[in-house]
Nanobody, 120 residues
Framework: QVQLVESGGGLVQPGGSLRLSCAASVSIFSRYAMGWYRQAPGKERELVAVVTTGGITNYADSVKGRFTISRDNAKNTVYLQMDSLKPEDTSVYYC??????????????WGQGTQVTVSS
């Protein structure tokens, strides 16, 4: 059974940093695009950052210059380094593994989420 396990969330003061990790049990991790999403109470889930199988990254405008996504294929893990955190970054953060192909089919997995709270 595929599992994505996030860790690293917690309470941090404004301006602080956190590093989220997502360990994936998927087969052939390197063939999955990996992403971080977040959802605040009463709001829709939104994309935060994504890293493709080729290492190309993309970020939501609200986090550009503050967050960095990276992946370690040898460890089947994706990271989200979050710096200069703001109260509006407070959300549950979810990891996603996505793969699609004509012959392989579509695979789309989500983690259980980790809470990030930015408050003084």
């Amino acid at each position: 059974q595929v599992q994505l396990v996030e860790s690293g969330g917690g309470l941090v003061q404004p301006g602080g940093s956190l590093r989220l990790s997502c360990a994936a049990s998927v087969s052939i991790f390197s063939r999955y695009a990996m992403g971080w999403y977040r959802q605040a109470p009463g709001k829709e889930r939104e994309l935060v950052a994504v890293v493709t199988t080729g290492g190309i990254t993309n970020y939501a405008d609200s986090v550009k210059g503050r967050f960095t996504i990276s992946r370690d294929n040898a460890k089947n893990t994706v990271y989200l380094q979050m710096d200069s955190l703001k109260p509006e970054d407070t959300s549950v953060y979810y990891c996603r593994a996505y793969r699609t192909g004509i012959y392989s089919g579509t695979y789309d997995y989500w983690g259980q989420g980790t809470q990030v709270t930015v408050s003084s």
